[in-house]
């Protein structure tokens, strides 16, 4: 499995309850363009629509050796449909049920059969009381090891 491109700001904002593997619906030039890493799930969120899964905002520039005369009417930032099946999608859909979850896109992945996929996390917005709890825990678990690397035991 190769990690193309990894949405660490949704890992730092949001709190993480479940996450799905899925695959994607491209075509052959964003295919190319995307296991060159021009890729961006920054800024993108996933969408329930007529029970389907579609990701919005996904920048896929246009693949370097591609004219826009063999791809009219490209949009790098369009919507793309996201392969899940049913019993994954009625769970996904439940839990978006909840008040204040979210569907993110955290990774996106080449398999090792060469197929294109994404790595979707239920969330939920943390708030600032949170973060700074996180990153305490962080910095001691930092210092005790500081700690215990200096230490000489002999």
Not at 9 to 28: N, P, R, S
Not at 98 to 121: A, D, M, N, Q, Y
Request: net charge positive.
């Amino acid at each position: 499995m190769k990690i193309i491109t990894k949405n660490k700001q949704a890992f730092h904002d949001y709190a993480i309850e479940k996450q799905y593997e899925a695959g994607l619906v491209l075509q052959w030039c964003e295919v190319k363009s995307i296991k060159t890493s021009h890729v961006n799930i920054k800024d993108s969120i996933v969408r329930l629509e007529n029970k389907e899964l579609w990701i919005v905002g996904m920048d896929v520039s246009l693949y370097k050796k591609t004219s826009y005369a063999l791809v009219p009417g490209y949009q790098p930032k369009g919507k793309r449909k996201i392969l899940v099946n049913k019993k994954e999608l009625a769970k996904i859909s439940s839990a978006l049920d909840v008040s204040g979850t979210i569907l993110l896109p955290l990774e996106l992945f080449i398999t090792k059969h060469w197929r294109i996929k994404i790595k979707l996390g239920i969330a939920r917005l943390m708030r600032k009381i949170e973060k700074k709890q996180i990153l305490k825990e962080k910095d001691v678990k930092r210092q005790m090891d500081r700690e215990i690397k200096g230490m000489k035991i002999w």
